[in-house]
């Protein structure tokens, strides 16, 4: 079953303003990660937060967990057009099988922000 | 230093063809992982290699499809007789020894199957 979910999956607002990405997942993690994908590419890291960290920022990225809530939340700043792409959590399983790594995806929030 | 290459970008086959996807990590990256997106759809996790051994294979279909991640050269993704449920885009990932959740992506190859 899906470990990450975010919410909302489709996300329009004008320059300027803030966004807000939501992320829950199941079971316990390591750690979390944000990703962007823009439209037919690939994915690019943005910010990873470990499962003892509560809050994190990166320029006009802000990142929260709770652990206690299995969620966290992307907050992207002062937004602009070519923040429009789509964005990703993963969580790294605790126990994986295997011992692997794995990081599992959520379905991602599409963000268009228009000009 | 080099991202992730994955080659090709594009990739069309029929149905029944073979597919084969590369895939060369990063420089002094011993990780590699493989994974799969469908339209509209996250990224699912398909296999994680290091240099000639298949760590966890959990999220790879039991037919058809296989990897390899020999000493020399790229990982391989293959897969056998393509279907039109093929059709996606596959990304790898590597990462450097001793931070595996510490992934960096490729650009894709995407698939296409008529």
């Known amino acids: 079953s899906q470990q990450g979910e975010e919410d909302p999956q489709a996300l329009s607002i004008q320059e300027g303003e803030n966004a807000t990405m939501n992320c829950s997942y199941k079971?316990?993690?390591?750690?979390l990660q944000w990703y962007r994908q823009n439209s037919g590419r690939g994915l690019v890291h943005l910010i990873l937060i470990r499962s003892n960290e509560r809050e994190k920022h990166s320029g006009r990225l802000r990142v929260t967990l709770d652990t206690s809530k299995k969620s966290s939340s992307l907050l992207i700043t002062a937004s602009r057009a070519a923040d429009t792409a789509s964005y990703f959590c993963a969580t790294d399983a605790y126990m994986a099988q295997g011992g692997s790594e794995k990081l599992v995806f959520g379905k991602g929030t599409k963000l268009t922000v228009n000009p | 230093n080099a991202g992730v290459m994955q080659n090709p970008r594009h990739l069309v086959r029929r149905r029944g063809q073979e597919a084969r996807l590369r895939c060369s990590p990063m420089k002094g990256h011993s990780h590699v992982y493989w994974y799969r997106q469908l339209p509209e759809e996250g990224l699912k996790f398909m296999v994680y290699l290091q240099k000639e051994n298949i760590i966890d294979e959990s999220g790879m279909p039991k037919e058809r499809f296989s990897a390899e991640f020999p000493k020399e050269g790229p990982s391989i993704l293959r897969i056998q007789q393509v279907v039109r449920g093929d059709s996606a885009a596959y990304f790898c990932?590597?990462?450097?020894?001793?931070?595996?959740?510490?992934?960096?992506f490729g650009p894709g190859t995407r698939l296409t199957v008529t």
């Open positions: 990932a590597s990462s450097p020894p001793g931070r595996t959740y510490e992934q960096y």
């Open positions: 079971t316990s993690i390591n750690n």
